[in-house]
């Protein structure tokens, strides 16, 4: 008997087509929600598009050939200005592969002194090539790791990010572990973050967390903090994937109908600002995918006087979906 | 082609409970406590559901619980396993009447 949440699920997305689909602030408009700013407490950095995987959910279109798209010392120098400027409590450094851009540990060494807490998310095979480099600096600073471990399964990991990534990761986490990140009392702190391996939304957090934790120990002796489930957001090499395997429609209607109105209240666009390699701000990552600037507006990170104004609105696209989808994107 | 099991029929499920609403409301709660995170957990009962799901051979039961599968967390391999688990029970069950065969004919036989 197939799953009678699922049909009900099925029958109310009533959109058969992508182009069918309502905007997003139809939507909110419709439960009468508004997306606006609240007080901005993190600063999410993307150093650039240069990536040593080329996964297949990635909604950035990173990869080994996107050499040019990467921030350079003077763009880092007006970044640290503003982190200087609005003390934000987080700062949240993504890429591509921020391992891969030279100016990594500086930006962390300069940054450090702005704000209580750095995360750099890592796609752990860069993290293991860079090793050497990197360690010194990211346990000294107690950088938070948040590194991609998309699935328990080899295949499914693979299939995902690339031939052999799957063990890289996990010989990775053991290096990590054995540095003291994810263990007890160290002070220093490893969260994954798992995505789903093909068109379909991502297990309930807390079951999957548990289930990580278990089979981690179990299989390899690895232990971690946190682990975050998010679903794939339908831009860049994701969306094509989507489109070449016929899944787009489909995909898309799951999330409309797995829209949730409590979901808006915390998404992460609300109190962050995101600053691309350029220095250009967004209101999300997945905003700097499809270019579209903070509020509507294309201003770099040297014009601004301080954090963006609470109550001020956010730009908004069908992508927006993906985060109001269940518990949320955060 | 024409064919009895369409893919589109399955939305029109909660249909069945426009004759007989009591029944299919007492139905569909019951199935969604069966399924709810228990002694086992919802990717299990999923992986159970799927097993049977190729026992009874519905093919609607077979698309949403290979989707559920993949959403509750489990993998391919996981998935193939659970189909060989019915596969031996099945073949297990035609087998091992053979008894019955092996009893009537020594019974029958000099």
């Given at each position: 008997?197939?799953?009678?949440?699922?049909?009900?699920?099925?029958?109310?997305?009533?959109?058969?087509?992508a182009?069918?689909?309502?905007?997003?602030?139809?939507?909110?408009?419709?439960?009468?929600?508004?997306?606006?700013?609240?007080?901005?407490?993190?600063?999410?950095?993307?150093l650039?598009?240069?990536?040593?995987?080329?996964?297949?959910?990635?909604?950035?279109?990173a990869?080994?050939?996107?050499?040019?798209?990467?921030?350079?010392?003077?763009?880092?120098?007006?970044?640290?200005?503003?982190?200087?400027?609005?003390?934000?409590?987080t700062?949240?450094?993504?890429?591509?592969?921020?391992?891969?851009?030279?100016?990594?540990?500086?930006?962390i060494?300069?940054?450090?002194?702005?704000?209580?807490?750095i995360?750099?998310?890592?796609?752990?095979?860069a993290?293991?090539?860079?090793?050497?480099?990197?360690?010194?600096?990211?346990?000294s600073?107690?950088?938070?790791?948040?590194?991609?471990?998309?699935?328990?399964n080899?295949?499914?990991?693979?299939?995902?990010?690339?031939?052999?990534?799957?063990?890289?990761?996990?010989?990775?986490?053991?290096a990590?572990?054995?540095?003291?990140?994810?263990?007890?009392?160290?002070?220093l702190?490893?969260?994954?973050?798992?995505?789903?391996?093909?068109?379909?939304?991502?297990?309930?957090?807390?079951?999957?967390?548990?289930r990580?934790?278990?089979?981690?120990?179990?299989?390899?002796?690895?232990?971690?903090?946190?682990?975050?489930?998010?679903?794939?957001?339908?831009?860049?090499?994701?969306?094509?994937?989507?489109?070449?395997?016929?899944?787009?429609?489909a995909?898309?209607r799951?999330?409309?109908t797995?829209?949730?109105?409590?979901?808006?209240?915390?998404?992460?666009?609300?109190?962050?600002?995101?600053?691309s390699?350029?220095?250009?701000?967004?209101?999300?990552?997945?905003?700097?995918?499809?270019?579209?600037?903070?509020?509507?507006?294309?201003i770099?990170?040297?014009?601004?006087?301080?954090p963006?104004?609470?109550?001020?609105?956010?730009?908004?696209?069908?992508?927006?979906?993906?985060?109001?989808?269940?518990?949320?994107f955060? | 082609?024409?064919?009895?099991?369409?893919?589109?029929?399955?939305?029109?499920?909660?249909?069945?409970?426009?004759?007989?609403?009591?029944?299919?409301?007492?139905f569909?709660?019951?199935?969604?406590?069966?399924?709810?995170?228990?002694e086992?957990s919802?990717?299990?009962?999923?992986?159970?559901?799927?097993?049977?799901?190729?026992?009874?051979?519905?093919?609607?039961c077979?698309?949403?619980?290979?989707?559920?599968?993949?959403?509750?967390?489990?993998?391919?391999?996981?998935?193939?396993?659970?189909?060989?688990?019915?596969?031996?029970?099945?073949?297990?069950?035609?087998?091992?009447?053979?008894?019955?065969?092996?009893?009537?004919?020594?019974?029958?036989?000099?």
């Open positions: 008997m197939p799953e009678p949440a699922n049909i009900t699920e099925m029958k109310a997305a009533s959109p058969t087509k182009s069918e689909i309502m905007p997003f602030k139809s939507i909110l408009a419709q439960h009468d929600l508004k997306l606006v700013r609240q007080a901005t407490t993190t600063l999410q950095i993307n650039g598009f240069l990536c040593n995987q080329t996964c297949r959910h990635c909604h950035l279109n990869g080994p050939g996107r050499t040019k798209e990467n921030m350079d010392a003077q763009t880092l120098k007006a970044v640290v200005a503003y982190a200087q400027k609005c003390r934000f409590e700062v949240d450094i993504t890429g591509g592969a921020p391992e891969l851009n030279p100016l990594l540990p500086e930006l060494q300069q940054i450090a002194p702005w704000t209580p807490r995360m750099l998310r890592s796609n752990l095979s993290l293991k090539e860079h090793m050497n480099r990197l360690m010194d600096v990211l346990t600073q107690r950088v938070v790791i948040v590194a991609s471990f998309p699935s328990l080899l295949s499914q990991t693979d299939a995902q990010r690339g031939e052999g990534i799957f063990d890289e990761s996990i010989a990775m986490l053991t990590l572990n054995a540095r003291g990140y994810g263990c007890d009392g160290s002070g702190e490893l969260n994954l973050v798992s995505n789903p391996t093909g068109a379909f939304m991502p297990p309930n957090q807390e079951q999957i967390e548990k990580y934790h278990q089979i981690l120990e179990q299989k390899w002796g690895l232990t971690f903090n946190r682990l975050f489930n998010f679903a794939n957001v339908p831009l860049g090499r994701f969306k094509r994937w989507l489109i070449q395997t016929g899944n787009y429609d995909y898309l799951k999330l409309v797995a829209f949730n109105p409590c979901a808006i209240e915390g998404l992460m666009c609300r109190s962050q600002v995101s600053v390699w350029d220095g250009y701000l967004y209101d999300c990552d997945f905003n700097l995918s499809r270019g579209l600037y903070m509020g509507g507006r294309k770099h990170v040297c014009e601004m006087a301080g963006p104004e609470p109550g001020s609105p956010i730009v908004t696209a069908e992508h927006c979906y993906t985060c109001a989808a269940g518990s949320g955060t | 082609m024409e064919t009895y099991y369409k893919p589109e029929d399955l939305p029109k499920f909660e249909e069945i409970g426009k004759e007989a609403p009591e029944l299919a409301r007492k569909f709660e019951y199935y969604n406590a069966v399924f709810a995170e228990g086992l919802e990717r299990e009962k999923a992986l159970i559901a799927l097993a049977v799901a190729h026992t009874v051979q519905c093919p609607y077979i698309d949403a619980y290979t989707q559920a599968c993949l959403e509750k967390g489990s993998n391919l391999a996981e998935m193939t396993e659970a189909v060989h688990v019915v596969t031996a029970i099945r073949g297990g069950a035609s087998l091992v009447h053979g008894v019955q065969m092996r009893n009537i004919a020594d019974k029958l036989s000099m």
